[in-house]
């Protein structure tokens, strides 16, 4: 990388020069037995530049192709966003030997564990349903990151990911139930009979369909289902909407904008969590921000680019969607506190409400606003503090940021979403129901 570096120092005024590079195993199970085995490499290289005050930036899949990279970088520069900022002249390196990132218990789980883990799977959904189609991925991913800028400085860090993941469908006439679970991890300690403990609690949820009335109700967002009311959330609080001056939470800093119940952090610094790195993609520290405590906004999460324009210090949150990608402000993992309500509880407490647990079209629509609209895929209704079935056809919608202001309970168990996003079960007061019976 550093021969490569000395050749855009050579042609530009300053740049960086960014590489991934993953092994990625999956074993697939589909329609109750093992469909396939495969090995995906993927390598790419990102090169982003500032000539004249203006940023260019280019990809490729190749080192050999550096030449071309910089020229396109020069080419696309010409007519780039103006620089508001300069790549690090020093990375510091205190993140480095802290945060645990890759285990060799991924490297050394071999093919055949994999295969017994999917065939566990299956066997577990069959004994409960014989008329379950189950689908499985168990996966294992290792790599390794590299980073180099003009000025100097550089990092580099290797990484690790094990991953399960379910699909349970049934079908009969007039109705399909379909029941997603995963978990992943930067170890293989993955506790899988949790996981299928959860699956069977909900499966035994689904065997009764029964109906509901439209109408404003209590609710309970399960950690999997949160995202509907955390998104608009995560778009508001991005500095680039900020200084757009289009965030709903423009302006809000210091301000109560949530219960007081609640409080959120973007966190980079948790071990083996799949959103951790010792530095951002820019080469800044990782660390713990606070955006929301006790339902005061505390910070906006910025890249360079956008912590410069606005005046303050960037937040360690410069990330890429991809290599094809420069870096934009991004959450890195996502963790909402605890509370002190059990989801037992918090069920034992509703007269009538429904437990939402999937949806369709997350992120679709207006999300800046915090309206949403969605169909929920699972979801179960709570009857004098039991749950007595499955619902259908049935759809919520409201605004998250009024929503968010009416939790009655946050949970007392978090669990990981997607290796990302930390969050507990959420009690909210009343959200508008809609059934089409």
């Known amino acids: 990388m550093q021969q490569m570096i000395k050749k ?26 093992l469909k396939a085995i495969n090995v995906e490499e993927s390598e790419g290289w990102a090169l982003r530049v500032i000539q004249d005050k203006k940023i260019g930036f280019s990809s490729s899949t190749s080192k050999n192709q550096i030449d071309g990279m910089i020229d396109k970088a020069l080419e696309v520069a010409q ?21 645990k990132l890759y285990d060799e218990s991924v490297q050394n789980r071999s093919i055949s564990d994999m295969i017994e883990i999917g065939n566990k799977i299956v066997k577990h959904a069959l004994a409960i349903n014989t008329d379950l189609r189950c689908d499985a991925e168990i996966s294992k991913q290792e790599g390794f990151v590299q980073y180099a800028n003009t000025k100097g400085a550089s990092f580099s860090y290797k990484k690790s990911l094990f991953s399960q993941s379910i699909m349970l469908q ?16 930067g170890k293989t300690d993955l506790a899988l009979d949790y996981l299928l403990n959860r699956l069977e609690r909900k499966i035994n949820w689904s065997k009764k369909i029964v109906s509901i009335e439209s109408d404003s109700m209590p609710v309970i967002f399960t950690p999997k289902a949160l995202l509907v009311l955390i998104l608009p959330f995560i778009s508001g609080l991005n500095g680039m909407i900020v200084n757009k ?14 219960n007081s119940l609640f409080s959120m952090y973007s966190d980079g610094t948790v071990d083996y969590a799949s959103g951790s790195a010792p530095y951002d993609d820019e080469g800044i520290s990782m660390q713990r921000l606070p955006l929301i405590e006790k339902g005061i906004l505390k910070n906006y999460y910025y890249d360079l680019q956008n912590a410069a ?29 605890e509370g002190k309500t059990s989801f037992q509880e918090m069920i034992k407490d509703i007269k009538e409400g429904i437990i939402v ?15 949403f609209s969605n169909n929920v895929q ?26 968010i202001k009416n939790i009655v309970a946050v949970g007392d168990e978090s669990r990981w979403v997607s290796g990302q996003y930390y969050f507990p079960h959420i009690y909210v007061k009343s959200i508008s129901v809609s059934t089409k019976q």
Do not use: Y
């Not at 092994?23 to 697939?28: C, G």
């Not at 699972?378 to 009024?402: H, W």
């Open 8 to 33: 855009v120092k050579q042609k530009v005024n300053s740049g960086e020069l960014f590489r991934a590079k993953f092994t990625t195993i999956p074993v697939e199970f589909e329609m109750n037995q």
């Open 79 to 99: 007519f780039g966003q103006v620089a508001r900022f300069d790549f690090p002249e020093e990375i510091k390196d205190e993140n480095e030997q802290k945060i």
């Open 309 to 337: 324009e606005a005046g303050v210090k960037p937040t360690g949150n410069g990330l890429r969607p991809s290599f094809h990608s420069s870096p934009s402000p991004g959450v890195t993992n996502l963790i909402i506190s």
């Open 357 to 371: 647990d999937q949806v369709l079209g997350l992120g679709q629509g207006n999300v800046l606003s915090g309206a």
């Open 245 to 258: 001056k289009i965030s709903p939470l423009q302006d809000k800093k210091n301000q109560l904008v949530c």
């Open 170 to 185: 049934e079908t009969k006439e007039n109705d399909m139930m379909m029941l997603m679970e995963s978990m992943q991890w």
């Open 378 to 403: 699972l979801g179960f209704k709570i009857k004098n503090g039991k749950v007595v079935g499955r619902i259908k056809n049935v759809m919520i919608a409201g605004n998250a940021f009024e929503v």
